[in-house]
């Protein structure tokens, strides 16, 4: 996360590589982001894919007119930009529109994650030691005036009471993630379009599919609504970090989207 993709190029730079702890690192290249995330001013040449199913607000809550108006007029600026723009369906677009996959996976593996970082934490003297996500949604029931006062935790709640990771409800929820992000998802789709990218809204479903796949994303600013920002993402495939980085700081440029925040008056 960074103001800008300059910022997103350099701090990737330092924390991309191989992680001993995560196997699927092991092919990472080295990267040199921070020197070439600006070699490119233009689309020319390349081919961007949209999934016109990712973006029915019929189907989605988070999608608004302002979301689609914004996402129509960076695809006219993509074009300006000489970008072939090719527009085809998602594959398994409907069923992965009414898939709850991703919060059962997600749920599941969240509360593993987190109590596998409070078992490597070296805890002060005087300090509460927190080794379970119960430790902490306990702690903040007994302090809601400074923990729960601006967000509730009901993700919490929900990780906390969810399936465990040997469970047929979290292996069944793995399985058609996997399948909808991989073996008929984004790797068939790149492939069937022949695109370089793809180019979604950040609030629509399809974000949430690259990383179950392990491809790269990167949202850039695209507009507002009720001033509050959002986002467009663009999608490479796996390794492709530097093209990605790339696209987002052409886009970034020619749109300058983003609006530097300003505190609100506490009234």
């Known amino acids: 996360m960074g103001r800008t993709v300059a910022d997103v190029a350099r701090v990737l730079e330092a924390i991309a590589g191989f992680d001993p702890t995560d196997p699927a690192s092991k092919d990472a290249p080295v990267p040199e982001y921070s020197q070439t995330y600006n070699a490119l001013t ?47 369906p998602y594959p398994n677009a409907a069923a992965i529109s009414e898939s709850e996959c991703q919060d059962v996976a997600f749920t599941t593996e969240f509360k593993v994650d987190v109590e596998a970082y409070l078992s490597t934490l070296t805890w ?39 399936p465990n990771q040997t469970s047929n409800v979290y292996l069944d929820a793995l399985a058609l993630c996997q399948d909808f992000a991989v073996t008929n998802g984004i790797e068939k789709y790149i492939k069937d379009t022949q695109a370089d990218v793809i180019f979604a809204l950040t609030e ?58 300003q505190f609100l008056p506490d009234n």
């Open 42 to 88: 233009s689309f020319k040449n390349v081919r961007v894919a949209i999934s016109k199913e990712a973006h029915d607000i019929t189907k989605n809550q988070f999608l608004s007119q302002a979301h689609i108006h914004a996402f129509n007029q960076g695809v006219e600026k993509l074009k300006t930009l000489g970008a072939d723009i090719v527009y085809a």
């Open 124 to 162: 002060k003297e005087g300090v509460t030691p927190m080794k379970t996500l119960q430790d902490i949604t306990d702690y903040n029931a007994a302090h809601p005036d400074t923990e729960l006062n601006v967000l509730d935790q009901s993700l919490l709640l929900l990780s906390l009471n969810g």
């Open 204 to 261: 629509s479903w399809f974000p949430g599919y690259p990383s179950i796949a392990g491809w790269p994303i990167l949202s850039v600013p695209l507009g507002y609504n009720h001033s509050v920002p959002f986002g467009v993402s663009f999608v490479t495939p796996k390794y492709h970090e530097e093209k990605l980085l790339q696209y987002g700081y052409v886009f970034e440029q020619a749109t300058k989207a983003r609006v530097t925040p």
